[in-house]
């Protein structure tokens, strides 16, 4: 293990560690634009240089492997002034377009203009070089003009997606980056480009001009897209979530995010949210508070007894899953929630970078706790014969079902859990509103067995709740109360019950999430594109 | 007008010698302004005191030549404005070398300040005050104006306009203070800025 000592301060690193990795790693930080802790190391934009005791010449931060005893100063004046003239160079061309650029407030160039620079501009407005602005390339913005010329885009392209869409054009300091021939960008991970630009070359389309960036407040959450299981931060304003970001994770999605993950957060904010219960009465519909329609579910659970037939969903979070067995086992009924044969398909993957065929965030967690139990079919051909009485679902999506539309039809009394309306939530007796992934805390567990927590970053709306928060109120209303108010309550029950799950802490999961017993197929993290 | 100064000694013995001494000041104000025309007041709204010309009145919304409003959606205003009275809204703007306009801007004049702090903020002087000060309205909803309306006061000729940002007052502090956060919280020192080259 060599030690070296940066700033004054002895830090002992592990072999083949950087000078720059280490100094973020222990709280010093040095300006770098071009690289990336997921990217290759290019050193190109120069701007990390540091005084190394020994060596004649300044070094870059990003490309310097620590050896034993070395000496490092970042701040010293000979760096700082490197430091200093290398970012004056980047800017030299740049509009300072600030009050314009999305990138505002989360910019290299302005963070770093305020630390390392502070200079005068030598150069006026209209003596820089002008190149393309509001080029567009499908869900990505391009302007030319901030660009810094860093290549994270160009390395992100070749490394990860392995795509290559974008390369440098021109030379000199006309050098800009293109697609071919104009054309867009046309793979799932072109959100990326925008997050790991460090200025606002590359920006969203999705979030252009949408948002300031200071007025967002970000929580920590995981994707619920597919059984990946992406950290991603959940970036809301006023308790209106506006964007999803990738929020790093080595083990499970490194600093990446797919573009259909990306716009999950559409789905929160709609207008087409069930925000109240209903329940169906003799003329059709009728509105009620959710105690009211708990009751009734209550009701008609107590008569059918063992006649009743469960089915949780891989959508819900391990509490919400843990408080619906609980639930089901209290009355006794049938339990399951493989609808579409999620089990199948939660190792498949469906590219080489993130995405997998599963498109459920905690399929894995149902597995885990043991829900799937009696088999759907099973439950349907029992609903068929007439010997369910009363079937209640955590999701809807068995009555998007089109083979089980006849066999839930059969049922006197069908209660969902839901968190949209659609056409197929009138095939149901009772609607009950229930929170979505963004609204809940909780953990989802995926595909590598890794338990991670989600916070909950907007409110629900109207009287929805989580769904452990429903089942519990079920569970009291049958006399059996769950014994758990919070998610961290439920979770230890979880913990307590789950084979693997056991000693593990909700707030000792941490943001990044612990991985339970061994991966099930194999250390399938997230493999880069050779 | 000239403000005359009174001393009072609040030590003053009672009686009936400060009474009738204030009785002379009330009457020789009540000749004053009987015969003489000395009037200390206003017959307002139809007669208006001078105000300052920094005075921090009613906003404008700035135009451009063309017609368009200024201010590019950058929500400076917003972000600084202590009683949180801007609401924007951006939108796409046709030229390339703008892009960025807001579709909707409000100020609610009722929660308003009139601190002044969107006028020093402001990158593009789009926003600035005029000298108005009388804001009358019969209805709240009357007197959260709106971006045509705040653009259509830049015309206004009877008062004219109000608080203007100052470069050398603004942005010099602001650079300051950064400087200052550099040293005290970084150590660092940067070199004195370097003097602007000649223009070629």
């Known amino acids: 293990m060599p030690k070296c000592t940066i700033d004054g301060k002895e830090i002992e690193v592990k072999p083949g560690t950087t000078v720059l990795q280490a100094a973020l790693d222990n709280g010093i930080h040095i300006q770098h634009f071009c690289w990336h802790p997921d990217l290759p190391v290019d050193g190109n934009c120069r701007t990390c240089m540091i005084e190394v005791e020994k060596m004649p010449k300044l070094q870059i931060a990003c490309n310097m492997v620590i050896s034993e005893g070395m000496v490092v100063r970042t701040t010293s004046p000979k760096a700082h002034e490197a430091q200093r003239t290398a970012l004056e160079f980047l800017l030299v061309n740049h509009p300072i377009d600030c009050p314009v650029c999305d990138q505002a407030g989360e910019c290299y160039l302005q963070d770093n203009y305020m630390r390392y620079g502070l200079y005068d501009s030598k150069i006026e407005l209209e003596e820089k070089v002008h190149k393309r602005k509001v080029v567009d390339l499908g869900p990505i913005m391009l302007d030319a003009e901030r660009c810094v010329l860093c290549s994270r885009c160009l390395r992100f392209e070749d490394v990860v997606t392995g795509t290559n869409s974008l390369q440098f054009v021109n030379r000199g300091d006309h050098t800009s980056i293109s697609t071919f021939d104009g054309g867009k960008i046309e793979h799932d991970y072109a959100g990326n480009l925008a997050d790991v630009c460090p200025v606002g070359a590359l920006l969203s389309k999705d979030f252009r001009f949408k948002m300031r960036v200071w007025f967002l407040k970000e929580h920590e959450s995981v994707c619920p897209g597919c059984s990946t299981g992406c950290n991603v931060y959940v970036d809301e304003r006023d308790g209106e979530a506006q964007r999803l970001r990738a929020r790093r994770n080595p083990d499970v999605n490194k600093s990446w995010l797919c573009d259909p993950g990306r716009a999950l957060y559409k789905q929160i904010g709609v207008t087409e949210r069930v925000s109240g219960a209903r329940v169906r009465g003799a003329p059709g519909w009728a509105g009620t508070s959710v105690t009211a329609a708990l009751d009734r579910v209550a009701a008609a659970l107590k008569e059918a007894g063992s006649a009743s037939a469960f089915l949780a969903t891989p959508q819900g979070t391990n509490e919400d899953v843990f408080a619906f067995k609980a639930l089901a086992e209290a009355v006794g009924g049938a339990l399951d929630f493989r609808v579409g044969d999620p089990q199948l398909k939660v190792q498949q993957k469906l590219d080489n970078v993130l995405q997998h065929v599963d498109r459920n965030p905690n399929t894995q967690g149902c597995l885990d706790q043991g829900v799937g139990k009696d088999g759907v079919d099973k439950i349907l051909a029992a609903c068929r014969a007439g010997s369910v009485k009363a079937l209640v679902l955590q999701g809807p999506e068995l009555l998007r079902t089109p083979e089980a539309v006849d066999a839930i039809a059969n049922v006197p009394f069908v209660a969902v859990m839901a968190t949209h309306e659609g056409p197929e939530l009138d095939r149901a007796s009772v609607v009950l509103p229930a929170a979505m992934w963004a609204e809940v805390s909780g953990t989802f567990t995926n595909f590598q067995r890794r338990v991670q927590r989600l916070t909950a970053a907007v409110p629900a709306p109207g009287d929805a709740q989580p769904r452990y928060e429903l089942a519990a109120g079920l569970l009291s209303r049958l006399g059996k109360p769950l014994g758990a108010v919070s998610a961290r309550e439920v979770f230890a029950l979880v913990a307590k019950a789950t084979p693997g799950y056991a000693g593990l802490d909700y707030r000792g999961i941490g943001a990044q999430g612990v991985t339970v017993g061994a991966p099930a197929g194999g250390a399938a993290t997230v493999e880069a594109r050779a | ?200």
């Open chain 2, 1 to 200: 007008m000239a403000t005359r100064v009174v001393t009072v000694d609040r030590n003053q013995k009672s009686g009936v010698l400060p009474i009738l001494r204030g009785l002379q000041i009330t009457f020789m104000n009540f000749v004053r302004s009987l015969f003489l025309r000395q009037a200390s007041t206003v017959s307002y709204p139809e007669q208006k005191r001078p105000v300052s010309s920094r005075y921090r009145g009613i906003h404008i919304l700035t135009e451009r030549e063309d017609g368009t409003p200024k201010c590019v959606a950058c929500f400076m205003c917003a972000t600084v404005c202590p009683a949180e009275c801007i609401y924007i809204e951006s939108g796409e703007r046709p030229e390339k070398t703008i892009e960025k306009y807001p579709t909707r801007f409000e100020i609610d004049l009722l929660r308003c300040v009139y601190c002044g702090f969107c006028v020093d903020a402001c990158p593009e002087e789009a926003i600035i005050m005029s000298r108005e000060n009388d804001l009358v309205g019969t209805t709240r909803a009357e007197l959260v104006i709106d971006r045509d309306r705040l653009m259509a006061r830049g015309k206004l000729v009877e008062h004219g306009a109000g608080y203007r940002p100052d470069e050398h007052d603004v942005r010099r502090p602001v650079r300051i203070a950064a400087l200052e956060r550099l040293k005290t919280e970084h150590g660092i020192v940067p070199g004195m800025p370097a003097a602007k080259s000649p223009r070629r």
